[in-house]
């Protein structure tokens, strides 16, 4: 059988629904011919013949508007909260709630077959979703994997759209991966993913959370604010059990006021239920040992960064919880060689050092910087930007942060979508000049950035190109092109005089 993950195609595990049955699941009157359903879509461009078309109000457009197009492609009907041109219409007060409920129902609860863990945080969401689920494959757990990167099963993956798929789109996946043979389902859970019902009729086997700073302010009303959503993933009515990092205000205050079942650890303090000692970081890996469940367990990572041991006991942890063999558990783990775009190292025979990273709010500034600066008795140069329509109020501190911790900062451009590129090239300047430590330049092009800093760099530097990460792609108003960070480093790597002088 061909896996719904192989490609970037949608998965579409087998799923029939009378019209009149899902009207009454609605509560609804049916008095239209009934048929079929074979799905739900909320995304007009990708129905298929035979599904319900999903019609949600949106920040900008209104899924309705969208309707005819939905019917081109074969909906048979749609769910909005007002009727659809040319399409029979569940009329719900509300379609963006009861649209994950209604989704579970269709496609046969597929999270109550499944274990699913689910992790929040501002830092450490796909890091310790990754280890998760390579724990869970060292125990000959069949899974899968869903995070902001990728969506993997048992048979193949497929790119991320979003950190969380849409609440169609999710309840759609957890059926084909139950389908494809998985017992369990590490996934990211994301503040808006909460906040935009993307996780109702979702069941957590465990809520796992990492820590919380400032960050999505410009979603949320303010760091309260963000904290409720990402605490909602704890109710009694979401998740069965939870393990919490009690190592910031906001995980202890988490812990003191739950409902459900749950477990703390820490890296800071031996009061929590599972703790890590002796924690090492250098340039091949991360180890320390891990004390909890009544046993202690040495752990080497192949994952850099100090902050991977976090994120490795919040995994250990959790896969405790439902009673996981945590030395196959561990043993998986330690075979995972790098998380894409997270403290990865490029390696091209050059005499210094270089990383892509995400970091991307100082949090993960101030976690990752540290390490980076064990690295090396020489310089730490960093390519460094903002991401348009994001959190404007966390520009500055970017730049403060990274003109502390490095010696050159260079400002470039990520994505800046509609807002002013050079505004934003401004913002982190300004922030980084304001720290009066590092040499500040700033070069527009994010591939001639990238060019500088290797060129810069000599023998025992380090090199790291912050914010994007994996992604791929840089997008300028309405335009996107392919750009990767990773490729974009190798490149230039490759293009260094200490480099060309050995060919």
Same mark, same amino acid.
């Given at each position: ?310 994120? $490795?006991?919040?995994?250990?942890? @959790? *896969? =405790? &919880?439902? !009673?996981?063999?945590?030395?196959? /558990?561990?043993? +998986? ?115 001639? $950035?990238?060019?500088?800093?290797? @060129? *810069? =760099? &000599?023998? !025992?530097?380090?090199?790291?190109? /912050?914010?994007? +990460? ?34």
């Amino acid at each position: 059988m061909t896996s719904p993950f192989r490609s970037v195609d949608r998965p579409r595990p087998p799923a029939q629904r009378a019209l009149r049955d899902v009207a009454a699941y609605l509560g609804l009157p049916w008095t239209c011919a009934d048929a079929t359903a074979t799905g739900i879509s909320q995304d007009s461009r990708l129905v298929s013949a035979g599904e319900v078309y999903a019609a949600l109000p949106g920040a900008n457009h209104h899924g309705a508007d969208f309707a005819g197009e939905a019917a081109a492609r074969g909906a048979i009907a749609a769910i909005s909260d007002r009727p659809c041109a040319g399409l029979p219409t569940f009329v719900v007060a509300d379609p963006r709630r009861i649209l994950g409920p209604l989704a579970s129902w269709f496609y046969g609860e597929p999270s109550r077959h499944l274990d699913v863990f689910g992790v929040t945080g501002t830092n450490g969401k796909t890091s310790t979703s990754y280890l998760l689920s390579a724990g869970l494959s060292g125990a000959n757990i069949e899974n899968g994997l869903l995070t902001g990167i990728t969506l993997r099963g048992p048979q193949g993956a497929r790119p991320a759209v979003r950190t969380t798929p849409e609440a169609g789109e999710l309840q759609r996946t957890l059926a084909a991966l139950r389908a494809e043979g998985a017992r369990a389902v590490a996934m990211e859970v994301s503040s808006h993913a909460l906040a935009l019902n993307r996780v109702e009729g979702t069941r957590f086997r465990v809520g796992i959370f990492t820590n919380l700073s400032a960050d999505h302010l410009d979603f949320h009303r303010d760091l309260d604010d963000y904290f409720a959503a990402k605490a909602e993933l704890f109710s009694p009515e979401r998740s069965d059990c939870a393990v919490v990092s009690i190592d910031d205000d906001y995980g202890k205050r988490l812990a003191a006021t739950l409902d459900i079942p749950h477990c703390t650890f820490s890296t800071q303090s031996t009061a929590a239920d599972f703790y890590a000692d002796r924690i090492r970081a250098d340039e091949h890996g991360t180890s320390f040992v891990v004390h909890g469940a009544g046993r202690r367990a040495p752990v080497e990572l192949k994952l850099l960064g100090a902050h991977q041991a976090d994120n $490795a006991l919040g995994a250990i942890a @959790a *896969l =405790a &919880q439902v !009673g996981t063999d945590l030395d196959a /558990a561990i043993a +998986g783990m330690e075979g995972l060689d790098c998380v894409p775009g997270r403290m990865q190292r490029i390696d091209a025979g050059q005499p210094f050092l270089a990383f892509v990273d995400y970091m991307h709010n100082p949090a993960g500034q101030k976690r990752q910087f540290p390490y980076l600066r064990s690295l090396t008795t020489g310089k730490v140069i960093v390519v460094i930007g903002a991401t348009g329509e994001r959190d404007p109020g966390k520009r500055g501190p970017l730049g403060v942060t990274a003109g502390l911790f490095a010696d050159t900062v260079i400002v470039t451009d990520e994505s800046p979508f509609s807002e002013s590129a050079a505004v934003l090239r401004r913002d982190i300047a300004a922030g980084a000049r304001a720290a009066c430590h590092a040499e500040v330049i700033v070069q527009p092009g994010r591939a001639e $950035a990238i060019a500088l800093a290797t @060129a *810069l =760099a &000599q023998p !025992g530097d380090v090199v790291v190109v /912050a914010g994007r +990460g994996h992604d791929p792609v840089q997008t300028f108003g309405t335009t996107t092109h392919a750009f990767d960070d990773r490729d974009e480093l190798r490149h230039a790597i490759q293009q260094h005089p200490a480099l060309q002088r050995l060919r």
